[in-house]
């Protein structure tokens, strides 16, 4: 458990259960830079499965599948379109920069899902003034605005758009089977479009580490290459990957709990005098909400929340705050967590 026993500041937060945890004791092990450990060639089998691609590999984050797709895809001085509050553009320490020497074209939305109007609008015309525009990037769920779905009506026609100028696609899918699960569409049909695609094993799927990237053979063997470059190449990891392949086979349909919680979550912060929160926008496992009419700073919230033994996480630089549930929040938890912040708001 968190220090926190109601800790819905992320997804992020979950412990191994014990039933992952005696995977991970039992995992068959061997040297992965040598393609030798069965558990995390099982792994990567799965995901490729999963995703309907030729290969997959075992990365230690979703940070470096991120930027292995960036390197892979990008020439310098090429530009990458992404929504403008995707994680690249807040949290990877300008990863895209640094390790692709190429620059981020951001695109306004209240959703996190883009339209191809806006994305053929930022194409840039061939003009050596120009950047190259070269690769597209969709976050499924998207998380700074809520754990909010592509839909595949919508992934399809960006990806029209994208292929009619021959750009490539990526998929940062973090939370790939939060969106798979609620809306029923299968993570192959969702992947179908993209060059790569991955998916992070440390989030709503409850491992300790890692996340696994798929693509095309040719995808694949390049990204070895990277992840030796990037320091990401390790030796008996399926001690690790066993916790994967446990949670792809008993942690994907229970995120519907998740949801369930989440939604519960909306309704009951929907009653609190002074919180604004549109419950419909609540798609998967992350409620935002705003307290600005409660009259109580939100930093002060949060600290006393802290007391309570419940935490939240701050939106960013907006007055929101952010609550994701996941595999350690319990109804009980959920309700813990409105009452503490109906005595916060109280005091
Ligand atoms: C949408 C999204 N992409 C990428 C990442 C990075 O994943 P990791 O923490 O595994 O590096 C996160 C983590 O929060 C995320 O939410």
Excluded at 124 to 142: A, G, K
Excluded at 269 to 282: F, P, S, W
Excluded at 322 to 346: C, F, K, N
Aim: hydrophobic share 40%; with cysteine; charged share 20%.
């Amino acid at each position: 458990m968190s220090v926190f026993p109601v800790d819905l500041s992320s997804d992020t937060q979950t412990r191994p259960t014990a039933d992952m945890r005696k995977a991970m004791a039992n995992a068959e092990v061997g040297d992965e830079q040598k393609r030798e450990d069965p558990s995390v060639n099982r792994l990567q089998d799965s995901v490729a499965e999963l995703t309907g691609k030729q290969a997959a590999l075992f990365l230690p984050s979703g940070t470096m599948c991120n930027m292995i797709g960036h390197a892979i895809h990008c020439r310098p001085g090429d530009e990458i379109i992404v929504e403008e509050s995707t994680h690249p553009v807040h949290f990877e320490g300008g990863g895209p920069a640094v390790h692709s020497r190429a620059q981020l074209r951001t695109l306004s939305t209240q959703t996190g899902v883009f339209t191809p109007e806006q994305l053929e609008a930022a194409i840039r015309p061939n003009d050596p003034h120009f950047p190259n525009t070269r690769l597209v990037c969709v976050e499924n769920t998207h998380n700074i605005r809520g754990g909010r779905i592509w839909s595949l009506e919508a992934v399809q026609a960006v990806a029209d758009c994208a292929g009619k100028h021959g750009l490539l696609l990526h998929l940062d899918g973090a939370r790939l089977m939060n969106a798979v699960v609620a809306s029923g569409t299968s993570a192959a049909d969702y992947c179908r479009p993209f060059d790569s695609c991955w998916i992070d094993l440390s989030k709503g799927l409850g491992c300790p580490v890692g996340a696994v990237i798929a693509g095309s053979k040719e995808f694949i063997d390049q990204a070895w290459r990277y992840k030796h470059l990037f320091g990401g190449a390790m030796r008996q990891a399926g001690i690790i990957a066993a916790a994967g392949v446990h949670a792809l086979q008993h942690h994907v349909d229970r995120l519907a709990e998740d949801h369930v919680k989440a939604r519960a979550l909306a309704m009951g912060l929907a009653e609190i005098k002074g919180i604004t929160i549109d419950v419909n926008a609540v798609e998967t496992n992350i409620v935002l909400f705003d307290t600005v009419d409660t009259g109580v700073g939100r930093s002060t919230i949060l600290t006393r929340l802290l007391e309570h033994g419940v935490r939240f996480s701050p939106l960013m630089e907006s007055t929101r705050l952010r609550a994701v549930t996941h595999l350690d929040i319990s109804h009980d938890g959920v309700e813990r967590a409105l009452s503490a912040l109906q005595t916060v708001l109280a005091q």
